[in-house]
Structures are given as structure tokens and as C-alpha cells.
């Protein structure tokens, strides 16, 4: 059952096809951010899981809604109205120039029609999506692993939501540095965040940092399967110095957040615990160095 829950996701093997679906994500996710008001942190931008792979929900377009859902089980990018109508664009091995011309015609047949900004955010020596024929790379089993697994890691993010009773963030997909991410909150602002993504601009991390925060997610990298992770901001004192658990935990210098390998927890005899137990162990970390009210925000 572990194995064919928590897949294997090896980066090595898939890298070139991450950085595509990174692109991919970052152009639908610009859809929505085109066709929705600002919300608090960005949450308006965001995807969630769904039972074929990655979805927007329901956008608003003037009267009519749409909704843009990536397929990792048949490979298309579906965009369907709440008028009833549907059109797809494949997902295949292609420049991503091609796919954001197949989605830019997709919307204008279906009357959705969006501008956006042609240039991917939070990625260094980006080239925009237009002119992007460099990335090519789409294993559709390595897309359809990374799926699987990105439904598990939701599962047990949401039980760790569910025990905070304070403001936390939905279990969402952040396509700036395509991870999945759920952030808990103290309810105190934070000092101004000193930004530095490529093409991001200051306001973005200021939104995004307006408060306090212990936020956790997985990310797709840097090697090996890709690492669980949690960090602050702002980082108390004595926060990357802490123990925390479980085995195999440790605080990234480099990264400046707590991680914990992918591979550890799909090796675990109970994989659900040990991710929990991680995600745990470094939330009381920040939340205890930084004096938040525990008994007034925890179920």
C-alpha cells in the first residue's frame, strides 16, 4: 500500500519535465490571477488538487464562470464554462511556446479571452512564455507520479490544518516555485518582507509576508525526491538552532527553512505520521521562539 500510495519521484529523472510543468502552471495560474480580485497573501492566484491532477476552480469572467483543470491522468489541459462548453490543449512534449499559444486560442474560441504578463515569475534567467521554445521536456508518467503524490501530501496537510483553529491558509499549489504549501498564522503583522525573487516585484512578497507565519509544503527539488520543508518569517531567535523531528530532519543553512526528504517519509513504516510529525514538531518550534498563543489558536 506505501508504495503505491507515496510514489517514487526521483528529481533526476524528471527534472526537465518539472521545470515545463512549472511553466505550464505559472501561464493557468496568470489566468486566474488576470480574472480575480487580489486576495489576502495571493490566494486568489493559486491550484488545488484534484481528482485528475491540478485545478483553478471557478474563475469569473463577466457574467460566466470557467475553470481550467490540469489532466495528468489522459495529459490535457481542460477548460470548461459554466455555459456548458469545453475545449483542451494537449500535454505533450512540445516548446512551451506552443502551449501558451494552444491556451491563449482556447480561451478566445471560448469567449474567455485574458492578457497576462508573458514573463515566468520567480525563476532566474527566465525567457518569456511566447518565445519559450528551450523547454520541451513532458514525461507523462513522471507528471502523472508527481500527481499522485501531490494527493497524498494534501491528504495529510489537511489533517494538520484541520488542528488550527486561527487563520491558516487552504492546502494550495504555489506555481512561482511549484510547491504545495499550507501556512498557519499567529494573527500579528510582520515586518516588511525584503522581496528578491527574479521578476517579482517587492509588493508581491510584502502581500504575501504582510503577516506572521509558520508555513510548511513540499517542493519538487533540489535533488532526490524533492523535500518536505517549514520555515518562519519573521525567524525567531534560536529557530534554526531547535531539534526538531523526526530522524532525518534538519534545519537547511543554504535554504534558511527546516527540511525533510521526500525519501524518508515514502520509506516510513506509517509515511502519514512521519510527515505529521514533522510538520508538528517545526510548527511548535516557530510558534513557541516566538511567543504565539497556542492555547487560543489550536483545536
Not at 5 to 13: H, K
Amino acid at each position: 500500500m506505501t508504495d503505491a500510495a507515496w510514489p517514487s519521484i526521483p528529481v533526476a529523472d524528471w527534472a526537465d519535465t518539472r521545470d515545463t510543468v512549472q511553466l505550464m502552471t505559472q501561464i493557468v495560474g496568470k489566468v486566474r490571477m488576470a480574472n480575480t480580485p487580489l486576495m489576502s497573501h495571493w490566494w486568489n492566484v493559486v491550484l488545488y488538487v484534484s481528482a485528475r491532477g491540478l485545478t483553478t476552480g471557478v474563475i469569473p469572467h463577466g457574467h460566466r464562470g470557467f475553470q481550467m483543470e490540469f489532466d495528468f491522468i489522459d495529459h490535457r489541459l481542460v477548460v470548461t464554462t459554466t455555459s456548458g462548453d469545453s475545449r483542451s490543449a494537449p500535454l505533450t512534449a512540445r516548446p512551451i511556446a506552443d502551449f501558451y499559444a494552444d491556451v491563449m486560442s482556447v480561451l478566445d474560441e471560448l469567449g474567455l479571452s485574458t492578457d497576462i504578463w508573458s514573463m515566468p515569475v520567480e525563476i532566474p534567467d527566465a525567457v518569456p512564455f511566447d518565445i519559450d521554445r528551450e523547454h520541451v521536456a513532458y514525461d507523462a508518467d513522471a507528471a502523472h507520479r508527481f500527481w499522485q503524490a501531490l494527493v497524498q501530501m494534501n491528504r495529510v496537510f489537511d489533517v494538520f490544518r484541520s488542528r488550527y483553529t486561527g487563520k491558516v491558509s487552504p492546502t494550495h499549489f504555489f506555481w512561482g516555485a511549484c510547491d504545495l504549501a499550507v501556512t498557519r498564522f499567529s494573527g500579528r503583522p510582520a515586518p516588511k518582507h525584503p522581496g528578491g525573487a527574479p521578476n517579482c516585484g517587492p509588493h508581491v512578497m510584502w502581500e504575501a509576508y504582510s503577516h506572521e507565519v509558520s508555513s510548511a509544503g513540499y517542493w519538487p527539488g533540489p535533488d532526490g525526491e524533492g523535500n518536505f520543508y517549514s520555515y518562519a518569517y519573521p525567524e525567531p531567535a534560536g529557530y534554526r538552532t531547535a531539534t526538531v523531528s523526526p530522524s532525518g530532519a534538519r534545519f537547511d543553512e543554504n535554504l534558511g527553512e527546516f527540511v525533510l526528504p521526500y525519501t524518508a517519509v515514502r520509506e516510513a513504516a506509517d509515511p502519514d505520521a512521519t510527515l505529521l510529525e514533522f510538520l508538528q514538531s517545526t510548527y511548535e518550534v516557530a510558534a513557541d521562539r516566538a511567543g504565539w498563543d497556542r492555547q487560543a489558536l489550536e483545536r
